[in-house]
């Protein structure tokens, strides 16, 4: 297929598409979207930024426009798997851009705001629901929703889905779902244990790849600049005060991590923002906005946290910290170099990330070029590096909490305690952790199993904790349904 207009899609759907420039489907949208119209199963290996999402909106709505009909109460015809809030806003989102001409509902869940507005959304039930399997849990479990008309599932990024916890979660929501349904598996990996959950849910799929497993982007040019921690502020500094570069992703590991770069960036007057799990919805829609519209050129974000991130002309990524996962190394470099643009990914490694590097360049199969200081850079010796830091731990952050601390949150009272790790929400949270050891893969922390929102010991993800209200009105959420969480904003084509 090479024009959309081959797939015979709804005419409303071919409208959309059409106003919106639209004509000739991306590799995994030519694979997948003709079998999805035939009512197939169908599983499909794609890395992000391939236009994954369109890949399945399209064909959903097309069914919908053939098979108009009420939903039940409080009850939904399809239902969307998200792994992270900021995704899950996306995909819902698109869905009413390539359906703005057909006469369907659509809402997105997820977890830290209001349960009860959801439950409205809800009350009369929708045609297409998204959500992230914490939250959707949480609605089942105060009978706010049932999944018993369930005609299509769409469990999207799969992979990440499996590595922050869910596979508990996934476990319960598909039994409540009708065995007669459609099934539609979308990852940019194809580990075991997906292809054990796509065996056990999917009934003689189609397979659809469209890129060998944990490839990189073509049009993205790597390099990589040795340099010891202490230096690696300095080095980033100096080369974001190239006004050439426009627009920037900064990867940290760690929370703590993210904020103290931005700290670091705010000193020489390089204007950041910092989007992670202990941030507030609010602060993550302006920081993002920011970055959207340009008025913020450098946003610095963990691996979890930017799940989902695709904003227009990204020039660069720069990995502040390699990820102690080679495949996190693929998804933050797709930030950029999107939709037929080029893109440089600049990592700094240290002594002891060398080990990281060596298994992103087996896993990607080929060598990153390493790259020397750019001109006019000298490094801090280790020495003065560890003088500034010293420095920074003791410098009051602002309303006088310690660095990392969040305005509110108490000291730790444990021997040892470090800040931001205090008896409150964040108390677990591996991505403060400032050990020597590499944080959890994705610099994620250890689920958080505080009041409320109790995860299963293995899983993996942010410890984000939600606002106090939205805690005590939810009711206990069973083991095993934790929930990534980030937020989320338009891309407005069909590659997603």
């Given amino acids: 297929m090479t024009q959309f207009t081959d797939f015979g899609l709804a005419q409303p759907v071919l409208r959309a598409l059409e106003e919106a420039g ?3 489907p991306t590799p995994i949208q030519a ?3 003709a079998p999805a119209m035939q009512g197939r199963d169908l599983c499909g290996i794609a890395q992000t930024g391939t236009g994954k999402t369109a890949a399945f909106a399209l064909p959903i709505l097309h069914r919908l426009a053939e098979t108009p009909r009420r939903p039940i109460r409080r009850g939904c015809r399809v239902l969307v798997l998200s792994p992270t809030r900021e995704l899950a806003n996306q995909i819902a989102e698109n869905f009413s851009d390539y359906g703005k001409y057909l006469s369907f509902t659509n809402t997105v869940v997820f977890g830290g705001v209001t349960i009860s507005r959801q439950e409205k959304a809800l009350a009369n039930g929708v045609d297409i629901l998204v959500a992230t399997p914490g939250r959707l849990m949480d609605l089942i479990e105060r009978r706010s929703l049932t999944l018993e008309a369930v005609e299509i599932l769409v469990l999207d990024e799969a992979d990440q889905m499996l590595d922050l916890g869910f596979i508990h979660a996934l476990k319960r929501i598909v039994k409540m779902l009708p065995k007669e349904r459609q099934s539609l598996f979308f990852s940019a990996t194809m580990p075991k244990n997906i292809a054990s ?15 060998p497993v944990a490839t990189t982007a073509e049009r993205v040019t790597q ?9 690696k502020q300095a080095l980033l500094n100096h080369i974001l005060r190239d006004p050439a570069i426009e627009r920037v992703l900064v990867f940290t590991r760690t929370k703590h991590g993210a904020d103290r770069v931005v700290r670091g960036l705010e000193k020489v007057s390089i204007n950041a923002s910092a989007i992670h799990g202990n941030k507030s919805q609010p602060q993550r829609e302006r920081a993002l906005a920011a970055f959207k519209d340009g008025s913020c050129r450098v946003l610095v974000a963990t691996d979890i946290a930017a799940r ?3 904003v227009e002309a990204v020039s660069h990524v720069i990995n502040y910290d390699l990820p102690n996962v080679p495949e996190s190394y693929v998804h933050r470099i797709g930030r950029t170099a999107r939709a037929g643009a080029n893109g440089l990914a600049i990592s700094f490694c240290n002594d002891e990330e060398k080990a990281y590097l060596r298994d992103i360049e087996r896993t990607t199969r080929q060598k990153i070029p390493v790259a020397g200081f750019p001109e006019g850079f000298s490094p801090p010796s280790r020495q003065e590096a560890a003088d500034n830091a010293q420095a920074e ?4 952050a602002p309303n006088g909490q310690r660095p990392g601390q969040r305005q509110g949150q108490r000291p730790s009272s444990r021997p040892g305690g470090r800040p931001g790790q205090g008896r409150g929400f964040e108390g677990r949270g591996g991505e403060n952790r400032g050990s020597g050891r590499p944080s959890r893969p994705d610099g994620a922390a250890r689920p958080q199993e505080g009041r409320g929102d109790r995860r299963p010991a293995g899983g993996q993800g942010e410890n984000r904790a939600e606002p106090r209200g939205e805690q005590r009105s939810r009711g206990p959420r069973p083991q095993g349904s934790g929930e990534g969480r980030a937020i989320g904003w338009l891309d407005r084509g069909p590659r997603s």
């Fill in 223 to 231: 390099e990589v600049i040795f340099a010891h921690t202490g230096a």
């Fill in 22 to 24: 639209y004509k000739s």
């Fill in 31 to 33: 694979q997948a979207i």
């Fill in 308 to 310: 989902g991130i695709d």
């Fill in 197 to 211: 959950l796509a065996d056990q849910y999917l009934r003689d799929p189609v397979q659809v790849a469209v890129t």
């Fill in 393 to 396: 731990e003791r410098r009051p």
